[in-house]
C-alpha cells in the first residue's frame, strides 16, 4: 500500500514536471514567435520520432551550453558487418560517429553515411541522398517495448503463480487484472470467434491488448516516448495479426474469400461477377490489417501532437490567459488520452478477435437448408 | 505516403517482430495458460459448487416430502390401530356383559328351583312329621283318658250316647 502511494506520488510528480523540464529546452534559443512556432513544430516532429538515445530533457544552461538529460543507447548497424557502437558517439547529431574506418552522422534521427567532415548532400527536395546503413539499434522504443514486454512478463506470470499458490483465487494485481482478462475472454474472444476455437487465440489477443494498453500509457508519462504512434510497431502488429488469420484460415474462410456465392448460382453466372468480386476479396485480405495498423498509428500519434502543440501554446502566449488556458485544455486532453490509450488497445484487440473469426469460422453446410424450410412451409 | 515510409524504420520493425513473438510465447506459457487454466477450473468448480447445491436442495426436498409422507402414514396407522382396539374393547365389555347377564340368570334361574324344590321337601317332611305327632299325641291321649275303668266307662256311655242322639 505505501509503496504504490509512493509512486504514484512519483508519477504525479513526474507528469506535473513534464511540461516544465520541456518547457525549459523549448525556451533555451529563442528568437521571435515565429521562431518559437517553428521549434514547437520541430520539437513535436522529432518527440513523435525514435531516438537513438533515451533523453528526458535537455536545456540551455547559463552559459549557453545544451545540457542533455538522459542516457546513451547502443547502436547497432550491418553496413559490410555488424557494428556496435555507443550513440553517446554521436552527441545528440552534433558530431560525427567513426566506426572502423566509416563515418555516421545522425541526422532528423537517422543515421546516415558520410565522410570525414559529416557532409551531408541533399536532393532538390532537401532529402538527404547519403546511404542509410540498416539499422537494427536498440533505440528510445526498442527499450520501451523491452521494458513493457518485462513488465508484461513479471505481472502475468506473477499473477500466475498466484492462482497457483491461492487455488485459483485472484490476489493483489490480479484483482485488478482478472476482469480485464475475463473481458477479453468472454466479450471479445468468444461472441467472435466462438466457444470451440477462441482459446487457441486467447494468448495472442491478451498479449496484444496489454501490450499497446501498456505502451500508449508509457507514451502518456513525460518519458516521450511514441512507440505505439510509430508506423514500423503498428505494422508488425497488423502483420502478425495478418499471418496468424491466414495461416489459421479454415476452407471455409478460403471458400468464402474464393467462391463466395457458393451454390447459389451456376458457374456462368458465377464468372461474370467473380471477376470483380473476387479480386475485391483478396483486396480485403490486405485492407483488413492495413486498417488496423493505420487506426492504431493515426490515433495515437494524433493524440501526441494534440497534446504537444497545447502545451506549446503555453510558450506562444505567454500571458496571463493563455497558460493556465492550454495547460487547462491539455489536461483535458491528456485524461481522454488515457481513455483513447485503453480504447485504441480494445479496438485493435476486438478486430483482431473479429478477423480470426472470420478465419475460423465453419459453416454447417447442413445449416443452410435448415433456414430455408421453414419459409418453404409459410409459403 | 511518402513521410510514411520515411519514418519506416526497418530496424524497429524487426526489433519489434521479435520481441513480440518471443513475449507472445513466454507469456503463453508462463502466463496466459495457467492463468487461463486456473479461471477455467475455477469456474468449473463454480458451476459444480452449484449443481451440487442444487441436487442437495432436491435431495433434501425429497427427503423432507418422505418424512411428511412416512409421517402422515405413521398417523394414519395410529389412527387406524386405536379405532380397532377402541372397538376390539366395545366388544369385549359387550361379550363380557352379554356372558355375564346369561350366566346370572341362569344361576338365579337354578337357585329358584332348587328353593322351590326344597320348600315343596320341607312342606312334605312338615307334613309328614305333625301326621307322626298327631298319631303320637292321640295315641298319649287315649292312653291317658283310658287308664282306668270310669274313664272307660265314660268314654263307651259317651260313644254310646254319641250314637244315640244321633
Redesign the interface.
Known amino acids: 500500500m505505501r509503496t504504490s502511494l509512493v509512486s504514484n506520488f512519483l508519477a504525479v510528480i513526474l507528469f506535473s514536471l513534464g511540461p516544465v523540464l520541456f518547457a525549459k529546452e523549448s525556451s533555451g534559443e529563442t528568437g521571435g514567435p515565429q521562431g518559437t512556432k517553428e521549434e514547437i513544430r520541430e520539437y513535436i516532429a522529432h518527440h513523435l520520432q525514435d531516438s537513438h538515445d533515451f533523453s528526458i530533457a535537455s536545456y540551455t544552461d547559463a552559459s549557453g551550453e545544451v545540457v542533455h538529460w538522459g542516457f546513451p543507447l547502443p547502436v547497432i548497424l550491418w553496413d559490410n558487418g555488424l557494428k556496435v557502437f555507443s550513440s553517446a558517439r554521436f552527441h545528440h547529431g552534433e558530431t560525427v560517429a567513426e566506426v572502423g574506418g566509416n563515418y555516421y552522422r545522425l541526422y532528423h534521427s537517422k543515421i546516415y553515411k558520410t565522410d570525414a567532415g559529416g557532409t551531408i548532400r541533399y536532393d532538390e527536395d532537401q532529402h538527404p541522398v547519403n546511404q542509410k546503413p540498416l539499422d537494427f539499434s536498440i533505440t528510445k522504443n526498442v527499450v520501451m517495448m523491452l521494458v513493457t514486454g518485462l513488465l508484461l512478463f513479471w505481472l502475468f506470470t506473477g499473477m500466475a503463480r498466484n492462482y497457483g499458490k491461492n487455488n485459483g483465487i485472484p490476489m493483489g494485481i490480479g484483482k485488478f487484472f482478472e476482469p480485464i482478462v475475463l473481458y477479453i475472454r468472454d466479450d471479445i474472444a468468444i461472441p467472435n470467434i466462438g466457444e470451440k476455437k477462441y482459446s487457441r487465440y486467447m494468448p495472442l489477443l491478451l498479449t496484444v491488448f496489454f501490450f499497446i494498453w501498456f505502451l500508449n500509457m508509457f507514451g502518456l508519462t513525460p518519458l516521450g516516448v511514441n512507440v505505439t504512434g510509430n508506423i514500423a510497431v503498428t505494422t508488425a502488429l497488423a502483420l502478425i495479426v495478418f499471418l496468424v488469420t491466414n495461416f489459421t484460415g479454415t476452407r471455409d474462410y478460403w471458400k468464402h474469400i474464393l467462391d463466395p456465392l457458393g451454390d447459389g448460382m451456376p458457374w456462368f453466372g458465377k464468372l461474370i461477377i467473380y471477376i470483380i468480386l473476387v479480386p475485391i476479396e483478396i483486396l480485403g485480405i490486405f485492407i483488413k490489417p492495413f486498417a488496423l495498423l493505420i487506426r492504431l498509428y493515426a490515433n495515437m500519434t494524433a493524440g501526441h501532437v494534440v497534446l504537444m502543440s497545447l502545451i506549446g501554446l503555453i510558450f506562444i502566449f505567454k500571458s496571463w490567459v493563455g497558460g493556465p488556458l492550454s495547460f487547462g485544455l491539455s489536461f483535458a486532453i491528456s485524461l481522454i488520452e488515457v481513455l483513447v490509450a485503453l480504447l485504441q488497445a480494445y479496438i485493435f484487440t476486438m478486430l483482431s478477435a473479429l478477423y480470426f473469426g472470420f478465419a475460423s469460422e465453419e459453416h454447417d453446410h447442413g445449416h443452410g437448408h435448415e433456414h430455408e424450410e421453414p419459409e418453404l412451409a409459410n409459403l | 505516403m511518402e513521410k510514411?515510409i520515411?519514418?519506416?524504420?526497418?530496424?524497429?520493425?524487426?526489433?519489434?517482430?521479435v520481441?513480440?513473438?518471443?513475449?507472445?510465447l513466454?507469456?503463453?506459457k508462463?502466463?496466459?495458460?495457467?492463468?487461463?487454466r486456473?479461471?477455467n477450473?475455477?469456474e468449473q468448480?463454480i458451476r459444480s459448487a452449484l449443481a451440487a447445491a442444487e441436487d442437495a436442495k432436491k435431495e433434501m426436498q425429497n427427503v423432507s416430502a418422505d418424512s411428511e409422507r412416512l409421517l402422515q402414514q405413521a398417523r394414519a396407522e395410529r389412527e387406524a390401530l386405536l379405532k380397532e382396539a377402541r372397538e376390539i374393547k366395545d366388544k369385549m365389555i359387550a361379550d363380557a356383559r352379554a356372558q355375564a347377564q346369561a350366566e346370572g340368570d341362569k344361576i338365579v334361574r337354578q337357585a329358584q328351583e332348587s328353593i322351590e324344590g326344597e320348600k315343596k321337601a320341607a312342606i312334605a317332611d312338615i307334613k309328614n312329621q305333625v301326621a307322626s305327632f298327631s298319631v303320637e299325641i292321640a295315641e298319649k291321649v287315649l292312653q291317658a283318658q283310658l287308664e282306668n275303668k270310669d274313664r272307660q266307662l265314660k268314654l263307651v256311655d259317651q260313644l254310646v250316647d254319641d250314637i244315640k242322639l244321633r
Open positions: 510514411l520515411n519514418e519506416f524504420s526497418i530496424g524497429l520493425f524487426f526489433w519489434q517482430i520481441l513480440f513473438v518471443l513475449l507472445l513466454l507469456l503463453r508462463f502466463a496466459w495458460k495457467p492463468i487461463l486456473a479461471v477450473e475455477r468448480g
